[in-house]
């Protein structure tokens, strides 16, 4: 252990390490940014006080007491993918604490709940849940994200829409909570914290164990892909348009999940179907979207997974580059109408971009994930239909021109909805005016009292988590008791561990050549090997 800095903070977290080596790493350590920090967007410098990495869930106890002693802010890590880097705080100064050790895995077989630790890969999880009786959750595609983050925030994925989102598998939690102390959380114990950590984690507590309803994996797993190649994205506003019509059905088969992916060599249509060949086709969803290059695959719930997770490219999801994203959240009254998909493909034919590497994605979203209230979790978007993704990249820095054109596209879409757009969580947008309103809109009031009762020194904080005390400053037609209908949300240009949704970029569903055109170029330049 390198010698760390001389004060009372650092003395007592080496107390709790109790000299065990890579227990805990300082400043003064040689490669702390490299070997402890490892800032996941390189864009946003920040410098944590110290990193720790707890063995037992007495060890997070510990050191959050250690921190709030000596008034240091503290922010969970699972896989370290947070947009903003707020899994390291989001800013200087922040007690980070690493849940990488938590690896413990159990299934009961009475009731296929399974007991999991935070520090948990979602490419580990879906392992272990085969193993453990052919099981499974909602999760997202990239493997590398951490559960911690992921099942705290949201969670989303292919399965989302059949299953509910990875949070609303959750049951029950061991949490750490503000005054160092071991909690359980659940609809019938602390429930009002066990409300906040689902959907807003980061600001509540260190979740280090997460027991979780599963579902028997599906039986045929059919996975499409539709390129298409245009020389101007204004030739491809029939084709969104369609898909758009497509995913907003209400009577969309529940077992469909897709998304529309547009990048610099055009755009690709991608989904996955749960069932067999037979019945997707008989959906008809294949006739309602426009054909290009098609790709159609059929594979059992770990093949399905595991084509994901072994894809080269994806994995590149891991690599720390500097980027730029925003994200905004649909309801089906504020889907775009034609006009306005001709105005954004127009722009984005127009802009100077600034890198070729960059990605527009919209997802379709709903389903059982509707069919809980909006305040029956911190998770908000319970009435929308449709979420939307905007990256820019740059390698091996990132330039002006490229924010300001997904900054661009942020803007151009928010003005052509009659109503405010919200944003998800999972997909923070670091730019924000007003961020809690917008990840957590209606719900916020709730959580502003939970935080109060909870953690009433702020000491879980990054900046955008929720505060004591805070409340809405937007009127909000608060109906959420009763219906999960559309709100007008707040707009503006986890406990858990901060460990985003996303964290990851459609490397893999942007196709094929596109993922190998991205590998190479980033092969290229120095550092990103």
Not at 90 to 118: C, K, R
Not at 207 to 230: A, H, K, Q, W
Not at 257 to 280: D, K
Not at 381 to 403: A, E, S
Request: with cysteine.
């Amino acid at each position: 252990m390198a010698q760390p800095p001389s004060s009372a903070f650092a003395t007592c977290l080496n107390d709790v390490c109790g000299g065990r080596s890579g227990c805990v790493g300082y400043p003064s350590d040689i490669l702390y940014q490299i070997n402890w920090v490892d800032r996941y967007n390189l864009d946003i410098n920040l410098e944590p006080a110290a990193v720790t990495k707890p063995e037992i869930t007495e060890d997070v106890a510990a050191f959050i007491k250690c921190a709030s002693e000596n008034n240091v802010k503290v922010q969970a890590r699972s896989g370290g993918h947070s947009y903003a880097n707020h899994g390291l705080g989001g800013e200087d100064g922040a007690l980070v604490i690493d849940l990488e050790n938590f690896q413990h895995f159990s299934m009961n077989w009475d009731n296929w709940q399974a007991t999991i630790g935070a520090g948990h890969k979602l490419h580990d999880v879906t392992e272990k849940l085969h193993d453990n009786g052919g099981r499974a959750i909602s999760h997202g595609t990239c493997p590398g994200v951490g559960l911690g983050g992921h099942a705290t925030i949201g969670g989303l994925g292919p399965s989302s829409r059949m299953w509910g989102s990875c949070l609303d598998h959750v049951v029950e939690v061991e949490v750490v909570t503000a005054d160092g102390k071991i909690q359980r959380a659940s609809e019938d114990e602390n429930s009002d914290l066990f409300f906040a950590l689902k959907g807003a984690g980061a600001s509540f507590g260190i979740i280090t164990e997460f027991v979780m309803r599963t579902n028997e994996e599906p039986g045929d797993v059919v996975e499409y892909t539709f390129s298409l190649t245009f020389s101007r994205h204004r030739d491809l506003s029939p084709v969104f348009e369609a898909w758009q019509n497509l995913i907003s059905d209400p009577d969309l088969d529940r077992r469909f999940g897709s998304e529309f992916v547009m990048h610099e060599l055009g755009a690709i249509i991608t989904g996955t179907f749960f069932g067999t060949e037979e019945e997707f086709e008989a959906t008809g969803i294949p006739d309602r979207i426009p054909t290009g290059k098609k790709s159609i695959v059929v594979n059992d719930w770990l093949g399905s997974v595991a084509q994901q997770a072994q894809d080269a490219a994806l994995w590149l999801s891991d690599l720390s580059t500097a980027f730029t994203a925003k994200s905004l959240a649909f309801t089906k009254d504020q889907l775009l109408s034609s006009e306005s998909i001709m105005d954004l493909m127009d722009y984005i034919d127009d802009a100077n971009r600034g890198t070729l590497i960059w990605f527009l994605i919209f997802d379709v979203t709903g389903g059982r994930i509707n069919d809980v209230p909006m305040n029956a979790t911190a998770y908000r978007h319970r009435d929308k239909v449709m979420f939307c993704q905007g990256y820019g990249i740059g390698i091996p820095t990132l330039n002006g021109r490229t924010r300001e054109f997904i900054e661009g596209i942020n803007s151009l879409i928010r003005s052509s909805v009659p109503t405010n757009l919200s944003t998800y969580a999972g997909y923070v947008d670091a730019s924000l005016e007003s961020p809690q309103d917008s990840y957590w809109g209606p719900n916020l009031d709730a959580l502003g009292q939970v935080k109060e009762d909870w953690d009433p020194s702020d000491l879980f904080s990054n900046p955008q988590s929720v505060r004591p005390g805070q409340k809405s400053v937007v009127d909000y037609f608060d109906n959420r008791a009763s219906s999960n209908g559309s709100e007008d949300s707040s707009g503006g240009s986890n406990g858990g561990t901060r460990d985003e949704q996303g964290g990851c970029w459609s490397w893999r569903r942007s196709g094929p050549a596109f993922a190998v055109f991205v590998a190479l170029f980033v092969g290229m330049v120095p550092g990103f090997r």
